[in-house]
């Protein structure tokens, strides 16, 4: 009997305890773009380390994320000039941008007809207009970068070309392996065909440890005049290539093309789209008349490993929540995949419009579409001469003729965006130029109320966002009751200068200079007991922004 009084008493302290102590509230969070940008650096003739151009150079024609390859933690940028012609009439260059997290250039190389052991360039071989990093693809623990020239006669007038450059950290090169009209298990080209006028690094398609190429030729006539075609080349580490599949006209579950529409203008490795575990691709028909003439079109292709297509999703004027277009917008001159900006899963794309007249006559415009896993777009945002903190524009400046990612150059938790505008006429009359473009974080913590109490249903969450702004940040919050929810924020110290204690449930704040490690603290009564609860975010220094310090 006593032994049965003492379990008693040990089962009602138990029960008593779950009652009795207490229980921290869940949290989730959130960070997020949703396509605002937070401000832009614009990197042109007069930048401090920046290109040397002279007009009509048409520097920004296409840009590239080449990943870190001075190895200072930073992504650096390759960027075009097609119609350089320092060394030979419209031979091109590409500058090697080593960058700092502001998007200042701390560094640039060039590489032209005269770089030791670079590209053979010829007049008019127009070397640049296409640009990836490949990786590392030799395997030397330093990235590589393969570059277009569409005006390469090898083979036949214009049929094009793609220079492999394995790269020194310094932006020197190693050895250069050039894949033409004659490469073993290479592309099979005629005249005009400008093959090279994309290029992108598709990943390890077929699974054997080697990134792949795939390069456009949008000039190739397969079932029709221009129509374009798209080379996938399965590669080999030392530059040479395992074995080439072309997507044209013909493909089966392919593009639907008519003649001049340029398909291949532009292709982009858009990420694992539709969660198969294989890469998909985007590729753009800058002169497709669907909806109107040469409002352009981009097509998304789910992919097999071995370079078949399993289906094809088209993007353009008429598509539901897609891209408004007018004439002459050349939708699909340039393509990125830029990360997940709202958080869902889901890879976005960035498409440029350099046409587009928002603003005044072919300013340009780059759309961001946040995708569905289907290839139906969820929603897309424009960025152009209008967009707050966006760039700052002229008639002609062409924006989005080049586009890539630079990853979260500013180490503030979201990608960022490199867009050229190649008829800038910073300096000299169509030299060209490139906008950095930071794009905005959103900051959301949701705190979820004590579910412990058996008595009543938990209450409504509370919300609350983090936008910086003018070296502050604006605080915005909707809550369940104002007499139940405090939100306090740390000044560092462990004191809390910023409390909100409204009379209103739903409100905002500027909060000015908030600087250093912060902590949003939360005190909620839900009726059974009071907890605080907090979550430490950051924001170092306008334009950093907020991000989760774990």
């Not at 900051?443 to 910086?468: A, G, H, M, N, V």
């Not at 070296?471 to 919050?477: A, E, P, S, V």
Request: proline fraction near 3%.
């Amino acid at each position: 009997m006593p032994y049965l009084n003492r379990l008693y008493f040990y089962l009602v302290l138990v029960v008593l305890s779950v009652y009795l102590l207490p229980v921290s509230a869940s949290t989730k969070k959130h960070f997020y773009n949703n396509g605002d940008v937070l401000s832009t650096v614009e990197i042109n003739n007069t930048t401090e380390n920046g290109p040397v151009t002279v007009a009509n150079d048409y520097y920004g024609i296409a840009t590239a994320n080449i990943g870190d390859l001075d190895g200072d933690g930073i992504q650096d940028l390759a960027v075009a000039a097609m119609r350089e012609s320092s060394q030979g009439s419209l031979k091109g260059a590409v500058y090697i941008h080593y960058l700092n997290r502001d998007g200042s250039v701390k560094g640039t190389v060039k590489i032209d007809d005269s770089t030791t052991n670079g590209p053979v360039l010829t007049n008019e071989d127009y070397y640049g207009q296409g640009i990836t990093g490949i990786g590392d693809l030799d395997g030397d623990g330093t990235l590589d970068l393969a570059v277009g020239a569409i005006g390469d006669d090898n083979g036949g007038s214009s049929r094009g070309a793609v220079h492999i450059h394995f790269m020194n950290r310094n932006g020197s090169i190693k050895s250069t392996v050039e894949i033409n009209d004659s490469t073993t298990n290479g592309p099979d080209l005629t005249d005009s065909d400008n093959y090279g006028s994309s290029t992108d690094n598709i990943g390890d398609l077929d699974g054997d440890g080697i990134n792949d190429l795939v390069v456009g030729a949008a000039g190739d006539d397969n079932g029709g005049s221009g129509k374009g075609a798209v080379h996938i080349h399965f590669m080999n580490q030392n530059g040479s290539i395992k074995s080439t599949v072309e997507i044209n006209d013909s493909t089966e579950d392919g593009p639907v093309l008519t003649a001049g529409d340029f398909y291949g203008r532009s292709v982009a490795n858009i990420g694992d789209l539709d969660g198969d575990g294989i890469q998909d691709l985007a590729v753009g028909t800058i002169y497709s008349d669907s909806g109107g003439q040469d409002r352009g079109t981009i097509y998304i292709h789910f992919l097999n490993r071995n370079g078949s297509v399993k289906s094809t999703v088209k993007i353009d004027g008429s598509t539901t929540k897609g891209p408004v277009l007018n004439d002459i917008d050349y939708y699909g001159i340039s393509i990125t995949s830029i990360g997940d900006l709202d958080m869902d899963g889901i890879q976005e794309i960035a498409v440029g419009a350099y046409g587009d007249d928002n603003g005044g006559n072919a300013r340009g415009t780059v759309h961001i579409h946040f995708m569905n896993r289907n290839g139906s777009i969820k929603n897309t945002m424009e960025i152009n001469t209008n967009t707050p903190n966006g760039p700052l524009l002229s008639t002609g400046d062409m924006l989005g003729y080049g586009i890539s990612s630079i990853g979260d150059l500013n180490n503030d938790g979201i990608r960022d965006l490199v867009v050229g505008a190649t008829g800038d006429d910073a300096g000299g009359s169509n030299k060209g130029a490139v906008h950095i473009l930071f794009m905005k974080p959103y900051y959301t913590l949701t705190f979820l109320k004590d579910t412990s109490c058996k008595d009543r249903e938990p209450e409504e969450t509370t919300w609350i966002q983090l936008e910086p702004k003018d070296n502050g940040m604006n605080l915005t919050w909707t809550q369940y009751d104002s007499q139940h929810v405090r939100i306090r924020i740390d000044d560092g110290t462990g004191n809390y200068p910023w409390e909100m204690s409204k009379a209103s449930n739903d409100g905002h704040e500027f909060l000015p200079n908030v600087a250093s490690w912060q902590k949003i603290k939360l005190r909620g009564v839900n009726g059974c007991r009071e907890g605080e609860f907090s979550e430490e975010v950051s924001y170092a220094s306008y334009p950093t922004g907020w991000y989760n310090s774990q």
